[in-house]
């Protein structure tokens, strides 16, 4: 059963005088827009005729414990900053369905290409939070190996890696990988990379290049301090007709929505069906990052409204009902996150700083002379204090 | 050995490339059946299909961003912008992303994508179509920059660019494509000169003059005009912006004690300024004079009539030349 967008209504319409106000009618198009959802914010499962979702108890449970532990780690992050551990964190708090159904609908071959909020599609790809932190931290730019996991760097200017991720994608076209097991790419980004260049021209590429690219756009309607209406005045996953291909809205806090929706496109592209824009629509329950006050610019009741379309809630309560877990589940799951809560929290305390000679490293796959030079200049000028500290 | 044109000279080190690696592809606004409007791909796509010499839409940003997701799944882009001026939708891609990727992967990731830029004016062109923005990308750590002076650098540098597992814009002197030389197109690249290295053209005694790209034949023909004077130039073919063979450069001006550096870019923070700081502070004894620049002035390119006025010629070059010998 396909709902109506309940989340417009808790919007706060922004008005800047009669000329913008009267110009809003394509938002109303936004207000009946069909969001497709298998998991209602109570708990109850409903159907939709083109996301038929065969799930057991146990892959519903599984989807549980990401949820739980993506949540765990994010706020332990959040901590951390808060004691100085970090230099910033960007939450994913609200988003947790969004990204582990995108993360867990993808193939070990798939390819996916985060923003720098993706913790959830990290966790699901096998990635070490740890190396999240690191970056965070201020000890690496990201330094994992995108290949490890087939899930790259975090990109953190907006909207560049929806083209690596087309770029990637017009590879495996050349590669030949393309068919019922071939491979396929994912772009994530958020609402306010629409407005980027770099987003419209992947869309451009994609579409007449019929790449196996599907573009996550987590519509978390904030672009910081920015509303969703300074972006654009229709909804974002109507754009994708404008370029030629299919779009869909996805209730970004459903997490089996999210997975047969994504997993459907990426079936799609792996089969040669070229892209699709998936529309998640969700809510960013926290500040943009931990140097952020978003009381200066949205109200609370709108976070309220959201509070009740929990991404996480809704799973438990339907496991509930419909008698699938027991009481012992849920407690072994937040034992389970606890832990590694704990871990995140210990490892990231002892996590020592890159030697400072490192910061030369890996700007070439050769050195130059002169950066040699300019090396050995600062270890001599590193040398000159301890010779100094001997020498008293 | 055969003669081409510089226009030529690449074309046929592309098809040499493309041959070398199945992996290499050329992809640009135009190169497919017209050629790239200065011809330069001419027939590429034609012998090797529309997979490997793609025409893409008109986006420099996208042909750029693309290229490095081909690079991260094993392709080595060549990517072709088709003016110097147009290279700017890109320059987020090339600086944020292309140069970076590989320092911020901890040396994981390889980024084999060649930018080619047809650069400099002298062609009586509208706006946006003369301009040496090279300075930009050498400041840019992450990148490699280079230039060819002639022909026979075209052809090699071209395919040392396309083997590079590092990120290369390499600078196309635009108004020197049509002019010719020797190339020697059977034998390998074995005997070529690396492609960091600096080339001493015109060897001299009395002065060094650093150049590339469109002012090598300039500051060579300068050279002939001195000896007539009785100076002794010695010109230098840079071809590496970034890295700079400052071995070669140093070696030079120890020799001769007076350097001039000739670039049709803005003088201000430009290739010429670093080269002026390095030399001070390397060769400052043996300085005769301070290094010179002879170059563009600080203002945008100016409308094509006033050109002639605005670039280094024959003339600025000599007599930066003579006031080297003032002091």
Known sequence: ?392 | MTTLTLSKALNEGLRKALEADPKALIMGEDVGKLGGVFRVTDGLQKDFGEARVIDTPLAESGIIGTAIGLALRGYRPICEIQFDGFVFPAFDQIVTQLAKMRYRSLGTLRLPVTIRIPFGGGIGAVEHHSESPEALFAHTPGLRVVSCGGPADAYAMIQQAAACDDPVVFFEPKRRYWDRADVDIEGGLAAALPMESARVLVPGTDVTVLCYGPMVRTCAETAVAAATDGKSIEVIDLRSLAPLDTETIFASVRKTGRCVVVHEAVVSGGIGAEIAAQVTQECFYNLEAPVLRVGAYTTPYPPSRLEEHYLPDLDRILDAVDRTFSY
Not at chain 1, 153 to 176: F, K, N, P
Not at chain 1, 265 to 289: N, S, V
Request: proline letters at 5%; hydrophobic letters at 40%; glycine letters at 8%.
């Open chain 1, 1 to 392: 059963m396909a709902v109506k967008d309940a989340g417009r209504a808790a919007r706060p319409v922004q008005r800047a005088g009669g000329r913008r106000a009267a110009a809003r009618e394509p938002e109303r198009e936004a207000d009946s827009a069909e969001l497709i959802q298998l998991l209602t914010p109570e708990g109850e499962r409903v159907e939709h005729p083109d996301y038929p979702l065969d799930i057991s108890a146990d892959e519903i449970k599984a989807l549980y414990r990401d949820l739980v532990i993506v949540r765990r780690i994010d706020f332990e992050a959040i901590a951390l900053q808060r004691q100085g551990e970090l230099g910033i964190w960007a939450s994913l708090l609200g988003q947790e369905a969004a990204q582990v159904g995108a993360g867990r609908a993808l193939g070990p071959r798939d390819m996916a290409f985060p923003t720098y909020r993706e913790h959830g599609v990290a966790w699901c790809r096998g990635l070490d939070p740890m190396k999240l932190l690191e970056l965070f931290r201020g000890v690496s730019h990201g330094g994992w190996d995108p290949t490890a996991h087939n899930f790259h760097l975090y990109t953190i200017v907006i909207g560049s890696q929806a083209l690596h991720a087309t770029g990637y994608a017009m590879g495996i076209q050349r590669d030949g990988a393309l068919g019922e097991d071939g491979e396929a790419v994912i772009a994530f980004f958020g609402d306010g990379a629409t407005s980027q260049g770099d987003v419209n021209e992947a869309f451009i590429w994609a579409s007449v290049t019929n790449a196996p690219v599907v573009f996550f756009c987590q519509n978390n309607q904030w672009a910081i301090s920015e509303p969703l209406e300074r972006q654009s005045r229709t909804p974002l996953y109507l754009r994708a007709k404008g370029f030629g291909f299919p779009g869909v809205r996805v209730d970004g806090n459903d997490v089996l929505a999210s997975l047969a929706v994504t997993r459907k496109a990426m079936q799609a592209a792996r089969e040669g069906q070229g892209p699709t824009l998936i529309e998640a629509f969700t809510y960013r329950m926290g500040a943009h990052t931990t140097t952020d006050d978003p009381t200066r610019y949205r109200l609370s009741a709108e976070l309220e409204a959201w509070k009740l379309k929990d991404p996480i809630e809704r799973v438990k309560q339907y496991l509930i009902r419909s008698e699938q877990a027991e009481m012992a589940f849920f407690d072994e799951v937040e034992a389970e996150a606890a832990a590694v809560g704990t871990r995140v929290r210990a490892s990231c305390q002892q996590m020592p700083d890159p030697t400072p000679d490192s910061m030369f490293d890996n700007v070439l796959t050769t050195e130059t002379r002169q950066l040699a030079a300019e090396r050995a200049e600062f270890a001599a000028y590193l040398d000159s204090f301890v010779a100094e500290e001997a020498a008293r």
